[in-house]
């Protein structure tokens, strides 16, 4: 399983971007892909993970009711949609992914098994 994440930038505090995360191997409908972020000098934060095949999503509590998780299959990629970004989201965000979803666990880090090169999102004025 190939992830390759992208869409990060520079945007102004309030602004939005969408990052990508692009899926290629053999992965299948229980796939589980989430994002993860971290920002120098602090661990890796989970942010959200959602199911390929649908039915199963959350989010990480410091982004809810701003970022929105989504995927697309017939593209095999997962997206998302931040809204209302704020400087202390700045961070390098990373896509992950682990065979099924683990009740309790997806939102550990060391739970996923494979991860993209993370992009870069600075929020700033």
């Known amino acids: 399983v190939q992830l390759q994440a992208s869409g990060g930038g520079l945007v102004q505090p309030g602004g939005s971007l969408r990052l990508s995360c692009a899926a290629s191997g053999r992965i299948d409908m229980d796939y589980i892909i989430a994002w993860f972020r971290q920002a120098p000098g602090t661990e890796r934060e989970f942010v959200a993970a959602?199911?390929?095949?649908?039915?199963?999503?959350l989010y990480g509590d410091s982004v809810k009711g701003r970022f929105t998780i989504s995927r697309d299959i017939a593209k095999s990629a997962v997206y998302l949609q931040m809204n209302s970004l704020k400087p202390e989201d700045t961070a390098i965000y990373y896509c992950a992914a682990r065979p099924r979803w683990l009740v309790g666990g997806a939102t550990k880090p060391g739970n996923y098994d494979y991860w993209g090169q993370g992009t870069q999102v600075t929020v700033s004025s």
């Open positions: 959602i199911r390929r095949g649908g039915g199963r999503l």
